[in-house]
């Protein structure tokens, strides 16, 4: 059997095993928010593109709103990233590592748990190594003629990866440093090809750009907070260190430390070998900034995982050799593997770790995707009860975009209150907070059209408008141990009152902790 049928054997296995898998937990709170998104298809969304948003709708539509057809894509980018690896590897190294590459990749704590919940990363690291892959073949070469349509398909897939994930667009960075760097390509500045591959890149950047100039720019405001640039740019190395520390974790520390001291010892040959070069600057950009991001802030150890494809690369050149002569080293690579598979299994099912008779110290990772479907059912209980009792409809609120995105997910009876309504709010506030806030609120006001009622008694206008949820009632649903309802609650209703607290218990230990008020006669906040 050859290398590459090994590999597609291997990889199809996986992929079968991950989607059995997919369906087996509740959404992630990005999850359920993407699908919610995904249900409002828009040009962009809050912080990101409209990718992860596309690919929801079009899996959705084939197997419905459930786990499998919202993660359904997950396990086939995964699939789609490891063999894009393999020849990409192959090519520059041979077949065996291409193989081994592989399989330190599927290892990998952080890739396996990407592989099974769908999130912007499984679209982003896809489209960034079909791009580095096809990039190479337009450099390696670049006098053949059937290489000049690489140019536009690089371009194209970088523009693919920025809808998904904004981040994607250092790839440009990447290509350019490479051109400018090489002698050899420094002619490709002259030439079509590269202009071809920015064209393509910006027509893809349109769609965001319309719609953020069309939303007071607030994607940029949102990354200016994620990275704590609003308040200035400090200097906290501890922030560096935890950093660097949570990418030990995440991607296995023998892997993890394999890779960096692969990279490490390689940047003297980065002037001296075009594979080293090139894979080392389709990694830099990106660590570079979230390094230096994490000076101010501590970056997530997934916020930088483009990078880990050129510089795991790097590192399975520089190992590949070495391996082969000495058995003490494939000995401790075997072991590296082992560790990492087993840190995979664990992340991918921390119940593992209850079998072996371990329990954790702290709250299990894994229960942010337990308990929700349970806890919105016994709330959907609760509110049709109080229904019958009131002789009226209620309309939900919940206390964060998380939870009332989860709980619009699993309700049976969604029961939009208009088009484009979410089934779930969020408590109405003047500040731009996330997507909620785009799309229909019940604080709004609507124009009043002829032949619509006007409700009885005090409604407050707001020029030619009405606010159709004037004198109604709504669920508010609370998290964690707080039992009072927050101010702008208590001032937009005339009354609120305690009925229910929903509690999810998981091996003895609560999960999830839901405080539910009855909220009467909707009033809008004073002005």
């Given at each position: 059997?050859?290398?590459?049928?090994?590999?597609?054997?291997?990889?199809?296995?996986?992929?079968?095993?991950?989607?059995?898998?997919?369906?087996?937990?509740?959404?992630?709170?990005?999850?359920?928010?993407?699908?919610?998104?995904?249900?409002?298809?828009?040009?962009?969304?809050?912080?990101?593109?409209?990718?992860?948003?596309?690919?929801?709708?079009?899996?959705?539509?084939?197997?419905?709103?459930?786990?499998?057809?919202?993660?359904?894509?997950?396990?086939?980018?995964?699939?789609?990233?490891?063999?894009?690896?393999?020849?990409?590897?192959?090519?520059?190294?041979?077949?065996?590592?291409?193989?081994?590459?592989?399989?330190?990749?599927?290892?990998?704590?952080?890739?396996?748990?990407?592989?099974?919940?769908?999130?912007?990363?499984?679209?982003?690291?896809?489209?960034?190594?079909?791009?580095?892959?096809?990039?190479?073949?337009?450099?390696?070469?670049?006098?053949?003629?059937?290489?000049?349509?690489?140019?536009?398909?690089?371009?194209?897939?970088?523009?693919?990866?920025?809808?998904?994930?904004?981040?994607?667009?250092?790839?440009?960075?990447?290509?350019?440093?490479?051109?400018?760097?090489?002698?050899?390509?420094?002619?490709?500045?002259?030439?079509?090809?590269?202009?071809?591959?920015?064209?393509?890149?910006?027509?893809?950047?349109?769609?965001?750009?319309?719609?953020?100039?069309?939303?007071?720019?607030?994607?940029?405001?949102?990354?200016?907070?994620?990275?704590?640039?609003e308040r200035g740019f400090g200097f906290h190395p501890a922030e560096v260190l935890s950093f660097l520390a949570q990418h030990f974790i995440v991607y296995s520390p023998l892997l993890f430390l394999a890779l960096a001291w692969g990279v490490i010892a390689s940047w003297r040959r980065i002037n001296q070998q075009f594979k080293v070069l090139f894979l080392m600057w389709f990694g830099l950009p990106v660590f570079a900034f979230y390094l230096l991001l994490s000076v101010n802030k501590s970056a997530a150890p997934n916020w930088d995982a483009l990078a880990f494809f050129g510089f795991g690369l790097v590192a399975t050149y520089f190992w590949w050799e070495r391996l082969q002569a000495s058995v003490l080293l494939r000995l401790c690579a075997s072991i590296a593997v082992l560790v990492g598979l087993i840190m995979s299994l664990v992340a991918l099912?921390?119940?593992?770790?209850?079998?072996?008779?371990?329990?954790?110290?702290?709250?299990?990772?894994?229960?942010?995707?337990?308990?929700?479907?349970?806890?919105?059912?016994?709330?959907?209980?609760?509110?049709?009860?109080?229904?019958?009792?009131?002789?009226?409809?209620?309309?939900?609120?919940?206390?964060?975009?998380?939870?009332?995105?989860?709980?619009?997910?699993?309700?049976?009876?969604?029961?939009?209150?208009?088009?484009?309504?979410?089934?779930?709010?969020?408590?109405?506030?003047?500040?731009?907070?996330?997507?909620?806030?785009?799309?229909?609120?019940?604080?709004?006001?609507?124009?009043?059209?002829?032949?619509?009622?006007?409700?009885?008694?005090?409604?407050?206008?707001?020029?030619?408008?009405?606010?159709?949820?004037?004198?109604?009632?709504?669920?508010?649903?609370?998290?964690?141990?707080?039992?009072?309802?927050?101010?702008?609650?208590?001032?937009?209703?005339?009354?609120?009152?305690?009925?229910?607290?929903?509690?999810?218990?998981?091996?003895?230990?609560?999960?999830?902790?839901?405080?539910?008020?009855?909220?009467?006669?909707?009033?809008?906040?004073?002005?």
């Amino acid at each position: 059997m050859t290398t590459a049928r090994g590999v597609w054997l291997f990889v199809a296995a996986l992929t079968a095993v991950r989607l059995s898998l997919v369906a087996t937990t509740d959404l992630s709170f990005d999850e359920a928010h993407y699908w919610m998104w995904s249900e409002r298809l828009a040009p962009a969304y809050f912080s990101k593109g409209p990718g992860i948003a596309f690919a929801m709708r079009s899996s959705t539509a084939v197997f419905g709103a459930n786990e499998f057809g919202v993660r359904f894509f997950s396990p086939l980018l995964a699939a789609g990233t490891s063999l894009l690896l393999f020849y990409f590897a192959r090519r520059l190294f041979g077949a065996t590592a291409g193989l081994w590459a592989v399989i330190a990749l599927n290892v990998t704590p952080i890739f396996n748990v990407g592989a099974v919940l769908m999130t912007i990363d499984a679209l982003s690291i896809f489209f960034w190594i079909a791009a580095m892959f096809t990039f190479w073949l337009a450099v390696e070469n670049p006098e053949r003629f059937r290489g000049s349509w690489y140019w536009p398909i690089t371009g194209l897939l970088i523009g693919f990866g920025f809808l998904c994930k904004y981040t994607n667009a250092f790839e440009l960075v990447s290509v350019l440093v490479v051109l400018a760097l090489v002698p050899r390509l420094r002619r490709e500045f002259k030439r079509p090809g590269l202009y071809l591959l920015i064209g393509m890149f910006v027509l893809c950047t349109i769609p965001p750009i319309l719609w953020n100039a069309q939303h007071a720019w607030i994607t940029l405001a949102h990354l200016r907070s994620r990275g704590n640039l609003e308040r200035g740019f400090g200097f906290h190395p501890a922030e560096v260190l935890s950093f660097l520390a949570q990418h030990f974790i995440v991607y296995s520390p023998l892997l993890f430390l394999a890779l960096a001291w692969g990279v490490i010892a390689s940047w003297r040959r980065i002037n001296q070998q075009f594979k080293v070069l090139f894979l080392m600057w389709f990694g830099l950009p990106v660590f570079a900034f979230y390094l230096l991001l994490s000076v101010n802030k501590s970056a997530a150890p997934n916020w930088d995982a483009l990078a880990f494809f050129g510089f795991g690369l790097v590192a399975t050149y520089f190992w590949w050799e070495r391996l082969q002569a000495s058995v003490l080293l494939r000995l401790c690579a075997s072991i590296a593997v082992l560790v990492g598979l087993i840190m995979s299994l664990v992340a991918l099912d921390t119940d593992l770790l209850r079998v072996a008779g371990y329990r954790l110290p702290r709250s299990d990772p894994s229960d942010r995707m337990r308990g929700w479907k349970s806890a919105t059912s016994a709330l959907e209980k609760m509110r049709n009860d109080l229904e019958a009792q009131l002789g009226e409809k209620l309309f939900v609120i919940a206390d964060a975009r998380d939870r009332a995105s989860e709980i619009s997910f699993y309700l049976r009876d969604k029961r939009a209150e208009g088009p484009a309504h979410p089934p779930v709010y969020i408590p109405e506030s003047q500040d731009l907070v996330n997507q909620f806030s785009f799309w229909p609120r019940y604080d709004q006001f609507v124009e009043l059209k002829s032949g619509m009622q006007r409700p009885e008694g005090e409604v407050y206008t707001e020029e030619n408008g009405i606010n159709l949820f004037v004198g109604r009632d709504a669920l508010f649903v609370r998290a964690g141990e707080k039992e009072r309802v927050p101010h702008n609650i208590q001032a937009a209703f005339q009354s609120t009152e305690p009925v229910g607290t929903i509690e999810v218990s998981r091996h003895g230990k609560v999960i999830r902790t839901w405080h539910v008020f009855l909220c009467r006669s909707y009033r809008t906040l004073p002005l």
